[in-house]
């Protein structure tokens, strides 16, 4: 690989550690609304547990989840492609 590609590769790579560590941060970001919304869920009194809110937080958290897992899934894409293009000589 000639000079000119690998500044590129070095260039994406760049970019991608900080889409990583932006993915870091907001993934972070998910899992703390996430616990306090579980917070939120689990001090919820009795007699609203047949609610609405009940309802809404419950599928608020289950979707909180699902973000978090799908934002697992996109930085270990990320890591898997930093080293792929880490390992090109």
């Known amino acids: 690989m000639n000079n000119k590609r690998r500044k590129e590769i070095n260039q994406v790579l760049v970019g991608l550690e900080k889409i990583n560590e932006l993915v870091s941060l907001l993934k972070n970001q998910v899992d703390t609304i996430k616990d306090d919304e579980q917070e939120y869920f689990d001090n919820m009194p009795e007699n609203l547990q047949?609610?609405?809110k009940y309802e809404n937080s419950e599928s608020a958290i289950d979707g909180l989840e699902n973000a978090?897992?799908?934002l697992e899934d996109v930085?270990?894409?990320l890591n898997d492609t930093i080293s792929y293009?880490?390992?090109?000589e």
């Open 68 to 70: 978090l897992s799908s």
């Open 85 to 88: 293009l880490s390992d090109i």
């Open 75 to 77: 930085e270990s894409a």
């Open 50 to 52: 047949n609610s609405d």
